[in-house]
């Protein structure tokens, strides 16, 4: 499994039509398929290979970001827990203990190997890039020299496969960070898709001279779409204009007088946890923000950078509000219960709150409400800017570590104005389908068009020969 970090389903799907991406097309996709694949919330590197390497949503793992806080754990003075996270730098292994311990294909196949991955719990020694790949990525992000490292997952891979091995799970990092200081469609950010189909060239003709090319079951995918960011927008700013201070990276030494908590993924999500009264420990719904601050998901709203507002109402569900409109949504076993709010939108005059008389719905979907199965979710919202939203939200929101409001940007901007050093010029974590889009290519012969990456892993396995079913979010594919 190669995952091409940040590669977008449109230019991927493009770059085949054009017959740009020659050797996973005849080698690939042709005995097999192309899908559109819908990633998990928040669309954000780590959190997002969970699906892969696990079968479950970001939510259930309670790993529901980047950057996350433990409101009942910061609460807790006495007890020696995590109370707050980021994998940025050099926390990013930490990942793996801060996962509920659901096993992942490392823990499932013995022979199985990883590459560049942080998410890598139960590999042990057969992570063939343990502690060099903080490294290796510090020399790229010094010398900004991204193609040295696809060159050597490339050059690992070949050398892994020269062993008798189960699976390999191999990240080609080149797409993500070039979109991320060029934009998602600049000449070099294409080169890297170009270089990851020369890769996949190398290593089918290598394991054809292995002669075991026709034993191999083969997938490429991706964690998130990206898009070209041109607005910075600074929720701690913000927040702490309206008196509420915020607590956040990289200054998380300094505590005292703070009101909020502000954790970034993807520069395009963010968790929002709020100190209610004196007390960290509980959940805020929304009625208590807005005791707190009567205006402030209204304000939120009014700015352009902030696309939609989910916040944990009293009655266990969430209310999602953009400036189109408003919904309710509750998580019943495999349900989802979704109600666009009958009321007038919250704000009526916005322009842009198109046709009034339906367009309540927060992701201006049109005749979806009730009780929802998983699937028809998907099937009913896989075209629209928002595919798979309402269950995407359901997800997150089992995280006990997920915030008493997220927010998700405005595609064109992000949510960090500052201490991203150098500038990114391109931003992923929303739930917009510009990052939750990503492409699925498999020599295995998949019916389906479009499908969630949570569903790959449970597929993968029973490909695999795995007839023992394992437990995860995902559904089999065959
Ligand atoms: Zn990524």
């Keep these: 499994m190669i995952l091409a970090d940040g590669a977008r389903e449109d230019v991927f799907r493009a770059l085949l039509a054009e017959g740009k991406l020659p050797h996973i097309q005849n080698e690939i996709v042709k005995p097999g398929a192309y899908a559109k694949g819908v990633t998990v919330f928040p669309s954000t590197t780590g959190p997002a290979y969970f699906p892969f390497l696990t079968g479950f949503h970001p939510g259930t793992l309670n790993v529901p970001g980047i950057r996350w806080f433990d409101k009942a754990a910061y609460a807790n003075a006495a007890k020696k ?29 013995p022979q199985s190997f990883s590459i560049f991955n942080s998410v890598c719990r139960g590999a042990g020694r057969r992570n063939l890039t343990k502690i060099m790949r903080i490294w ?17 997952a490339l050059a690992k891979t070949l050398k892994a496969i020269e062993k008798d091995f189960r699976f390999l799970f191999v990240v080609f990092p080149g797409i993500d960070e070039y979109s991320h200081l060029a934009h998602p469609h600049h000449d070099k950010t294409i080169d890297h898709y170009r270089f990851l189909d020369d890769a996949v060239g190398k290593i089918v003709s290598q394991l054809k001279e292995k002669g075991e090319w026709d034993d191999t079951l083969f997938w490429i995918v991706s964690d998130h779409g990206l898009s070209a960011t041109q607005s910075h927008f600074c929720v701690n700013t913000f927040m702490e204009k309206r008196g509420l201070p915020p607590f956040y990276y990289p200054k998380v030494f300094h505590r005292n007088g703070k009101k909020v908590a502000n954790m970034v993924s993807g520069n395009g999500m963010t968790h929002l946890y709020f100190k209610n009264g004196h007390d960290w420990g509980a959940p805020t719904t929304r009625e208590d923000i807005n005791q707190i601050d009567p205006t402030l998901i209204e304000d939120l709203i009014q700015e352009a950078a902030i696309d939609i507002v989910a916040i944990r109402n009293s009655e266990g ?19 989802v219960a979704y109600s666009p709010s009958p009321l007038e939108p919250v704000l009526s005059e916005v322009e842009g709150g198109e046709g009034r008389g339906e367009g309540k719905d927060p992701f201006g979907y049109k005749n979806i409400s009730g009780l929802l199965s998983e699937k028809e979710i998907l099937d009913k919202t896989i075209d629209t800017d928002y595919p798979d939203a309402p269950w995407q939200l359901a997800q997150i929101f089992k ?37 939750m889009m990503t492409p699925v290519a498999t020599n295995a012969p998949l019916p389906q068009k479009y499908l969630r990456t949570v569903d790959i892993f449970p597929t993968m396995l029973q490909l695999m020969g795995k007839t023992k079913s394992v437990p995860s979010d995902g559904i089999l594919l065959l």
């Design 317 to 335: 569900g969430v209310d999602i509000v953009s400036k189109r409109g408003e919904a309710k949504l509750k998580l019943l076993d495999d349900k």
């Design 399 to 435: 995280a006990s570590r997920t915030g008493d409001i997220v927010l998700s940007a405005t595609p064109g901007y992000d949510l960090r104005l500052k201490y991203e050093v150098p500038e990114h010029k391109g931003s992923h974590g929303s739930i917009h389908r510009e990052h």
């Design 136 to 152: 290796y990525w510090y020399y790229a992000h010094l010398t900004d020299r991204w193609e040295f490292l696809d060159q050597e």
């Design 81 to 109: 827990m995590v109370k707050f996270r980021s994998y940025v730098g050099i926390e990013t292994f930490l990942i793996n203990s801060d996962m509920e311990k659901m096993p992942t294909v490392f823990d499932l196949l």
